[in-house]
């Protein structure tokens, strides 16, 4: 079961947007604080630089587009305050069922979670999640999502799907945006041929998910070989790229 066209239609808001690390290293550096930005900040960031931002900044940014287009939804995450949080949306629609939203892993679709809903548990989905079938096992209080990759290896997530309280998402949204691993990370949805493909950039190296298999780019040693690579990805602002770079580069040498 697909999702409804309400959902759909605000779903679709995100299709171009990255999920990245770089835009709160390229923000701390510009102001000398870190903090959870607000969604007007985040619309002027997107229209003046072309950034998105991390699994709280799209959480945050889709839950205030349903909102406005009158849809039901609330966030959900684990490991909270953790190095290791994650967090996505659960939309409602108009019939009560409820579909997992999740940018920050860059699924294609949102997903019906609902144990209640026509039992496809047992089926392998394609469609969801770039280079990958799923398949979901709903329980009363999370959703396990397997993933089977075209190399036949298989993993899984599991989605507490009880709704997080605004206050404590946002305490933890705040927390994720001051925690910086030593390494980068951007990962966009992006056509491949006549499908949708998975391109990440992380621990220096990127390559593209595709259902076919891994597609490795060529290796790069420069920040500006990097910034002009993710930029033609991305289309981000190649200053905040080059800034953000050369702050993990930093940090790795600290």
């Known amino acids: 079961m697909f999702a409804s066209k309400s959902i759909l239609t605000t779903w679709r808001k995100f299709d171009n947007f990255s999920m990245d690390t770089l835009t709160k290293a390229w923000y701390y550096q510009r102001i000398g604080q870190a903090f959870q930005r607000n969604v007007s900040l985040m619309k002027e960031h997107r229209e ?5 931002g991390n699994c709280f900044d799209l959480a945050i940014w889709l839950l205030e587009e349903f909102k406005s287009d009158g849809m039901k939804a609330y966030p959900i995450g684990h490991e909270l305050g953790t190095e290791a949080a994650h967090v996505a949306v659960i939309a409602v629609d108009e019939e009560g069922h409820r579909f997992l939203c999740d940018l920050g892993d860059q699924w294609l679709e949102p997903i019906l979670i609902d144990k209640s809903a026509p039992d496809y548990s047992n089926e392998k989905l394609a469609g969801f999640f770039p280079a990958a079938h799923v398949q979901v096992i709903p329980k009363p209080e999370h959703v396990e999502i397997l993933y089977f990759r075209p190399n ?3 993993s899984n997530q599991r989605y507490i799907t009880n709704p997080v309280p605004l206050s404590d998402f946002i305490i933890a ?4 945006q001051k925690t910086f691993k030593q390494e980068p990370l951007v990962e966009i949805r992006t056509p491949h ?4 493909a998975h ?7 990127s390559f593209l998910s595709t ?3 891994v597609i490795e780019d060529h290796p790069l040693s420069t920040i500006e070989e990097w910034t ?4 033609a990805k991305t289309g981000y602002n190649g200053q905040v790229i080059r800034e953000a770079l050369m702050f993990y580069r930093q940090m790795q040498k600290s």
């Open 48 to 52: 003046q630089f072309g950034v998105a």
């Open 173 to 176: 949204a705040n927390s994720s």
């Open 199 to 205: 391109w990440e950039f992380g621990h220096w190296r």
């Open 152 to 154: 036949g290896k298989v």
């Open 228 to 231: 002009e690579r993710i930029h």
């Open 211 to 213: 259902n076919q298999g």
């Open 193 to 196: 041929q006549d499908d949708m």
